[in-house]
């Protein structure tokens, strides 16, 4: 019986999966009377094996030997390698370090392997596909520009293509800022700008905000339980999403400092929220109304749905604005709270959403704590009355003549600045 011979083109796409799986050395290997490869990690741990269908013990042993010698310390492979070491090794200098609740110190595992994933699923194949071996190569400006019509052709989802492409460009600006000659010229930035239009910009469920007295409504609007308006309130003035509010604990409130612990964010991160003083209000008179349910291990709320939630999101916004759309959530809440926020003062919207990109704020905010306080006087301001809706300056896309049938009388709150 004839033996089924790998291809030139199986051997090496075999050879970069081993790669990507630290494998550092190949061997020829007999078994039976027909050659295999085998890989081989640093520390001798098999990675991988794939059959060359070979009798020729010299042939096989070339082929061995050709690809141990692709090992270079400038292959797109062995430079990933590098970046996500990297980052595994300052992710850990954090935690046992002064930085210990910065974003990456807290960062689960996993979004280190989204970073990888994304570079080996993507920048891979297309340096092999462009016969490209050093990663200088990615720092021309066509090479570049091919990149970003590979993306688009292989990626029909538009966010995905953008967030595979910033990683791409944050793991090339790493390289290149430990080179003696800086490659990322403004040409380069050049042949890039607009990338992120490049891959359009339509949405199938567009982006709404709330207007400010729509804002005004939901903090004075009459829900028929705690927990309910607890799914609104939290979200719009802390930025938690629906998937952290039902996570959060008692022992996680730490009015003190006027924030709370988030510690099962997006991703699995840590991270901390303000508490402006009228939610902490509202908590207590929940704890106080309570038999059970009130210890530090506590959950704030239980008995969440999330598709019973999410009608309860779209009639409820539906009410105040008149309405309806599938954005209607908590991410409407989140996203609404932050551009009200920046709106009286830019920046203070930073710590709104908790996004890993909002780094000039929160990073202060982990210093200090400072910047929570005055997110919180701002709520607290407009939630008295005392900032009126006239100072918030800016335009929205829902309706604001929607009027809701169960609403509180609040038209005895002062509503002259403070």
């Known amino acids: 019986m004839r033996k089924a011979y790998s291809s030139t083109e199986q051997i090496h796409n075999w050879w ?19 050659y295999r490869l085998r890989a081989f990690s640093e520390n001798k741990k098999k990675c991988g094996e794939i059959s060359l269908g070979l009798k020729d013990k010299r042939f096989a042993q070339r082929i061995a030997i050709s690809l141990a010698v692709s090992i270079d310390e400038n292959t797109p492979v062995a430079v990933i390698n590098k970046y996500i070491d990297h980052l595994e090794m300052h992710r850990k200098a954090c935690q046992s370090g002064k930085h210990i609740l910065t974003s990456l110190a807290q960062s689960a595992k996993h979004n280190i392997q989204t970073i990888k994933s994304r570079l080996y699923a993507h920048l891979l194949p297309f340096c092999q596909k462009r016969h490209i071996t050093d990663i200088l190569d990615m720092f021309r400006r066509e090479v570049i520009r091919a990149y970003l019509d590979y993306l688009k052709e292989t990626q029909a989802i538009s966010d995905t293509a953008r967030s595979i492409m910033a990683t791409t460009l944050t793991f090339l600006r790493w390289f290149d800022g430990k080179q003696e000659v800086c490659r990322m010229d403004t040409k380069f930035y050049t042949e890039i700008r607009g990338w992120r239009g490049y891959f359009g910009n339509s949405r199938k469920r567009p982006k709404l905000f709330l207007t400010s007295e729509h804002i005004r409504t939901i903090l004075h609007y009459d829900y028929t339980d705690d927990r309910i308006k607890a799914m609104f309130l939290i979200p719009l003035v802390c930025g938690v999403r629906y998937n952290e509010l039902i996570n ?33 209000d509202f908590l207590k008179e929940v704890r106080n109304s309570r038999r059970s349910g ?3 291990g506590d959950y704030l709320f ?35 709270g932050c551009n009200f926020i920046e709106k009286y003062r830019h920046g203070l919207g930073d710590l709104q959403l908790g996004h890993s990109t909002c780094t000039r704020i929160t990073y202060r905010s982990y210093i200090d704590g400072n910047d929570y306080q005055e997110v919180n006087d701002f709520w607290d301001a407009f939630y008295s009355g005392k900032l009126t809706s006239a100072s918030i300056m800016g335009k929205s896309s829902l309706n604001p003549e929607a009027k809701p049938s169960n609403l509180i009388d609040f038209s005895h709150i002062d509503t002259e600045v403070g």
């Open 302 to 336: 239980t008995e969440y749905d999330r598709s019973r939630d999410l009608t309860i999101y779209k009639t409820i916004l539906k009410e105040i604005t008149g309405e309806s759309s599938s954005d209607m959530a908590s991410n409407c809440l989140r996203r609404s």
């Open 248 to 280: 959060l604990k008692w022992r996680d409130l730490n009015q003190d400092k006027g924030n709370m612990n988030v510690m099962v964010a997006k991703g699995g991160t840590y991270r901390t929220c303000q508490l402006p003083c009228f939610i902490q």
């Open 16 to 34: 970069n999966l081993m790669q990507s799986r630290q494998a550092t050395s190949v061997y020829a290997v007999k078994d039976r009377d027909i």
């Open 294 to 296: 009130t210890l530090p």
